[in-house]
């Protein structure tokens, strides 16, 4: 059998970590992209031939590293997942609201959270559609709520990773490229946001959620067991959003 490909922004930490491990388990090849050169701790084999360097706040850099990862895929690509995201904070850690938000960070958040997404589905579609591949954009909880920590850039880019992925299931359909996003909740990673468990008191669940679980998630919407699903937007977050 021809093995999977999958294409992955954000991969240095928590989700993205966890997700290239979960389909590197499985027997994908995982191309990795983020700002950092490839890491050597990481523990699949391959991984810095299968590692792209790009920095999606630079449109321009967005755009030149297409090809690059077009040489990388040989004609086809099974899955892009968008996990790249950016939420800055103050000074003081606070977040970020509208009121306080200086336009070169609303411009920054926005081409790494959401037209990042866009540039890379749109230079891939070929090779997305000789796959009748899929793809999953990371949204969040903050993307339909006030978040006590997630700044309004982030936010609304969330909100609007949201709408992409309806008007690209809308699109990509007629390809049979599949196009669906998750939101996760609150994740444990290796930097948690002072004051976390008091929200994890409010989580039915009454837990952190686990990047392997975000994972889980994210390669069976890539996986045939989910072939029929598309336009839609699983939440992951413990009941949250109850």
């Known amino acids: 059998m021809t093995q999977k490909t999958m294409l992955l922004t954000g991969a240095s930490r928590g989700i993205g970590h966890a997700t290239v491990r979960r389909f590197n388990a499985e027997g994908w090849r995982v191309i990795t ?26 449109p321009n850099d967005t755009i030149r590293a297409v090809e690059v990862i077009r040489e ?5 690509l099974d899955a892009l997942v968008n996990n790249a995201g950016i939420s800055p904070k103050g000074s003081e850690g606070e977040r970020l609201n509208t009121l306080e938000t200086d336009l070169k960070t609303w411009g ?23 796959a009748r591949g899929a793809i999953v954009n990371v949204t969040s909880i903050a993307g339909y709520r006030v978040h006590p920590f997630a700044g309004a850039a982030y936010a609304t ?8 992925t309806r008007e690209m299931a809308h699109d990509f359909g007629p390809l049979g490229v599949r196009v669906n996003a ?9 930097i948690l946001s002072p004051g976390t468990d008091k929200i994890v008191e409010q989580i039915p669940l009454r837990r952190l959620g686990q990047t392997e679980e975000v994972a ?19 939440e992951i977050n413990g009941g949250q959003h109850v």
Do not use: M
């Open 33 to 58: 992209c983020s700002r950092q050169p490839f890491p050597a701790e990481c523990p699949w084999g391959g991984g810095a031939e299968n590692h792209v360097e790009i920095d999606l706040a630079d």
């Open 72 to 76: 990388k895929l040989g004609g086809r």
């Open 108 to 130: 920054h958040v926005f081409h790494v959270n959401f037209f990042a997404s866009v540039v890379l589905a749109r230079g891939l579609k070929d090779e997305l559609a000789a």
């Open 157 to 164: 880019s969330k909100a609007a990773l949201k709408a992409l």
């Open 182 to 190: 998750i939101a996760p909740g609150e994740i444990e990673t290796a």
């Open 216 to 234: 889980q998630t994210i390669f069976f919407l890539c996986s045939d067991a989910s072939s029929y699903i598309s336009g839609t937007e699983i």
